[in-house]
């Protein structure tokens, strides 16, 4: 495995070390194998990714000027709340990324995106270990394109995307939006632990997301068609079909029908 170029520490709780690699295959995989000798407690960020992961395998573009960053740590929290992590990650992601001045969309799971035009921002991945009801971690993969030209992406990507830099006109210091980032995160983080899980889903639905929007949901080789009704406890969408019916969905490939 390559050396990190750098290690240095951040006012965090949760993951006060952080080594920066150059180019990674992945922040995820590299941060998986770090588990067998660190800790859960750090942070791998690079400044680019050959093969970033995004959701169900996909690849994440991650050139350049971007923040590609994977957050290891054990959370001393019940089990059960693991599935509201994507709901919660989104939501820190979306008050740091606000108070720059954006305007933000949630798409449920995991994809944050410009609200007046759907253009994809940024991502993140939850990926998670237990042991008989033990959290061992929990591994946030979070991808931010910031300081990026459209043009460093893919053609077939370019007009589905923005970036910071693209909607505000102006560059951001990534290692302080890495900092706000983590800080929202561990705020949240404790809010969960002190009160559960309700001001997560009350703060995630004060923010523009999917709720009351007519969505395609793709599981496996099933389409489900219906409105995003409400999230539950456990962060699931609940579908309510055509026929009235409502159907929750754990996981899924979600598109927006209609507004």
């Known amino acids: 495995m390559d050396e990190p170029i750098n290690k240095f520490r ?45 959701q169900y395998g996909r690849r994440w573009e991650s050139p350049r000027n971007g923040l590609w960053f994977t957050s290891v740590f054990q959370p001393t929290i019940n089990h059960e709340f693991i599935g509201i992590f994507p709901i919660l990650t989104s939501i820190a992601v979306e008050n740091t990324l606000k108070s720059l001045g954006l305007d933000l969309f949630l798409k449920w799971p995991n994809d944050i995106l410009i609200n007046k ?33 459209i043009d460093q992406f893919s053609s077939a990507l370019r007009d589905g995307i923005s970036s910071i830099l693209e909607e505000l006109k ?11 980032i983590m800080y929202k995160i561990e705020f949240y983080i404790d809010l969960l632990q ?16 999917i709720l009351g929007k007519q969505v395609s949901a793709h599981i496996a080789n099933q389409e ?30 979600i598109s927006i029908i209609s507004l």
């Not at 971690?137 to 300081?147: D, E, H, K, P």
């Not at 102006?170 to 706000?180: G, I, K, P, Q, T």
């Not at 002190?194 to 997301?209: A, H, Q, R, T």
């Not at 219906?226 to 996981?251: F, P, W, Y």
């Open 10 to 54: 951040i006012n965090s709780s949760l993951c006060p070390y952080v080594f920066k690699f150059d180019v990674v295959s992945s922040t995820n995989l590299i941060a998986k194998a770090f588990l067998n000798y660190e800790k859960p407690g750090f942070i791998i960020l690079a400044n680019t990714q050959t093969t970033g992961l995004g």
């Open 117 to 149: 035009t759907f253009k994809k921002i940024g991502g993140i991945l939850v990926e998670s270990s237990l042991t008989q009801n033990i959290i061992n971690y929990i591994l946030l993969g979070i991808g931010i394109n910031a300081n990026n030209h």
């Open 170 to 180: 102006r560059e951001v210091n990534v290692l302080d939006l890495l900092r706000e």
């Open 194 to 209: 002190v009160k559960g899980v309700d001001p997560i889903l009350e703060n995630w639905k004060k923010s523009n997301n």
């Open 224 to 253: 489900i068609i219906g409105e995003a009704l409400d999230i539950t406890r456990h962060g699931e969408l609940v579908l309510k079909t055509s026929n009235s019916k409502k159907v929750k969905i754990s996981t899924g490939s």
